[in-house]
């Protein structure tokens, strides 16, 4: 057989992240006969689905856009290739899909603090080996804000102040701290600062 297919994009054992997939691509080529246009495309799970071909020397090279490459199990990509000498070759590429990673749950990692995180996927059916990918990210530094207060008269005497955080976002069984600090009469008398703490009771 005079047709040769070789060079698909992604090797074996090598993993490719979902996110930077964007098609599959192998090289199709006959250095005697021509190879067929309309007889040369890509096969998804036995499917057959649009095959774009670009020219390389002695053939093409044959390119499928996946809609969606997001999925669980094992997928199974064919090149079917014809040459204009009625010859035909195909051959097929197993997929397995590795893990999806995501943090569904807060977690306090502390202010200022690199976290890294670890992935492995075995692959036990074909050409067994596991693969490991680490990625890290710094959690964000403490910050301090002065938090503005609205204050409305009750009487001559009394007043109530209302104090809007920064957010609404606490975790329970945790301690908070609030300092009122600042407050002066029209004598310019400063009261000392008023400290007050309260925690979020965990409805479990």
């Known amino acids: 057989m005079a047709i040769v297919i070789d060079n ?44 774009i071909l670009s020219g390389i ?36 590429y197993n997929l397995l899909y590795g893990y999806h990673v995501t943090f ?20 036990s059916v074909f050409c067994p080996n596991v693969e490991g990918a680490a990625v890290y990210f710094e959690t964000r530094d403490l910050e301090s804000y002065d938090l503005d207060a609205s204050i409305t008269a009750i009487t001559s005497v009394d007043l109530s102040a209302s104090i809007y955080p920064q957010n609404k976002f606490f975790f329970y069984d945790r301690t908070y701290t609030i300092t009122v600090s600042g407050i002066k009469d029209f004598n310019g008398n400063e009261l000392e600062p008023v400290v007050f703490s309260f925690t979020i009771e965990n409805p479990k």
């Open 104 to 123: 569904d749950e807060v977690i306090d990692w502390g202010p200022k603090s690199t976290v890294v995180t670890t992935v492995e996927a075995s692959n």
């Open 57 to 92: 020397p002695n053939g093409y090279k044959a390119y499928y856009y996946p809609a969606s490459v997001i999925s669980s199990g094992t997928i199974v990509l064919t090149i079917h290739a014809e040459n204009t000498n009625s010859g035909i070759i195909e051959q097929n």
């Open 8 to 51: 698909f994009s992604i090797d074996v054992d090598e993993w490719v992240l979902v996110s930077d997939l964007t098609s599959f691509s192998v090289d199709v080529t006959d250095t005697v006969y021509p190879i067929s246009v309309s007889g040369t495309y890509f096969l998804h799970d036995g499917n057959i689905v649009p095959t």
